[in-house]
């Protein structure tokens, strides 16, 4: 019997076979998932990590596809996306979020009830479990600042919890968790108005559509920072805003981000990536590094 026909039977969990990713990514591009399974449980978060290893099958996690490309080639396996596994509580000054909750989504509850600390990150448009992934953070504000604890399956199916300081972590980054699928996340928040929570809110949403190209697909900022300086500094300084491979295009309205301006296939933002990368370093020396992540075949190589 193929491993396809007892999944479902085995995790519990909804799948989708053959799903178009271009549905389950803000890129609005990429191939198919083999099996997309949409689990609404912890259980069945773990049965599913269970099943494929045992049956030596790729796994995949994924929450609300806002930091990847998806090669047009498509997943093999089991691609897992948390988007069914949200929900938000708050005790006293603590605020707890399943990972596949959305980011703003906790930005504005916690603004609504008063809670301040996470109101910078309102706009971002990945999962809580994402912004913990990789530290997500804009405005000042980071998603380890407050963060108290947040809660995984281990490499070796373990549920645990980590406090902030048992981890080492950084801009857009978080070490020794590469391997953990994050469960839950829990933020210390302090009392404050919310009408002036509210206010901040409107004004970071604001400032995000007056700055960055909200009305196309993307996947947000495609670089990290640059020591001392700005990736989108740098691609305008190298005269690439507006350069197009294909579908996929530069910003003009900000050169740090990719857009899906006309069907682009997801070589096309591959390819449009590398263009950039390649003709920052050949006008400045500095290579850019991609805080997007890709996956699946880009060019004969896998990632």
Same mark, same amino acid.
């Not at 950084?170 to 590469?178: M, P």
């Not at 003009?252 to 682009?264: L, P, Q, R, S, V």
């Given at each position: 019997? +193929?491993?396809k026909d007892t999944l479902g039977e085995k995790s519990g969990s909804p799948? %989708?076979?053959? !799903?178009?990713?271009?549905?389950?990514?803000?890129?609005?591009?990429?191939?198919?998932?083999?099996?997309?399974?949409?689990?609404? +449980?912890?259980? #069945?978060?773990?049965?599913?990590? +269970?099943?494929? *290893? #045992? *049956? @030596?099958?790729?796994? =995949?996690?994924i929450g609300l596809g806002s @930091?990847?490309?998806?090669?047009? /080639?498509? /997943?093999p396996g089991v691609t897992c996306c948390l988007? @069914?596994?949200?929900?938000? $509580? %708050? #005790?006293?000054?603590? /605020?707890?979020? /399943?990972?596949?909750?959305?980011?703003? &989504?906790?930005?504005a509850y916690s603004a609504e009830k008063g809670l301040g600390g996470i109101e910078c990150l309102s706009g971002i448009p990945g999962s809580c479990g994402g912004a913990v992934y990789m530290n997500a953070g804009a405005f000042g504000q980071e998603t380890f600042d407050n963060l108290k604890c947040f809660k995984v399956i281990n490499p070796v199916g373990e549920i645990k919890q980590f406090c902030k300081n048992d981890v080492e972590y950084?801009?857009?980054?978080?070490? +020794?968790?590469?391997n953990c699928i994050i469960l839950s996340a829990t933020w210390l928040l302090k009392k404050q108005n919310p009408e002036e929570l509210k206010q901040t809110r409107i004004s970071i949403l604001k400032r995000r559509a007056e700055k960055q190209p909200l009305e196309y697909? $993307? !996947?947000?900022?495609?670089?990290? =920072?640059?020591?001392?300086?700005?990736?989108?500094?740098l691609i305008d300084l190298c005269g690439l805003r507006g350069l197009s491979v294909g579908g996929? &295009?530069? $910003? *003009?309205?900000?050169?740090?981000? %990719?857009? @899906?301006?006309?069907?682009? $296939?997801?070589?096309?933002?591959y390819n449009l990536i590398r263009k950039v990368q390649e003709e920052v370093y050949k006008k400045t020396s500095v290579k850019l590094q991609t805080e997007q992540i890709l996956w699946g075949d880009f060019h004969g190589k896998t990632v």
């Open positions: 019997m +193929n491993w799948l %989708i076979f053959n !799903a178009p990713m271009k549905d389950y990514t803000t890129y609005k591009t990429g191939g198919e998932a083999e099996v997309l399974a949409l689990p609404e +449980n912890e259980e #069945q978060i773990l049965k599913l990590k +269970n099943f494929c *290893e #045992q *049956e @030596n099958i790729p796994f =995949r996690m @930091n990847i490309l998806v090669s047009d /080639l498509g /997943l988007k @069914n596994y949200s929900g938000i $509580s %708050i #005790q006293g000054e603590e /605020l707890t979020a /399943l990972a596949g909750t959305p980011l703003d &989504k906790a930005a950084g801009y857009r980054k978080v070490k +020794n968790i590469e697909p $993307s !996947a947000g900022s495609v670089f990290k =920072r640059p020591e001392n300086d700005y990736a989108s500094r996929a &295009k530069v $910003s *003009e309205k900000h050169a740090g981000f %990719i857009i @899906n301006y006309n069907g682009a $296939s997801a070589a096309d933002v």
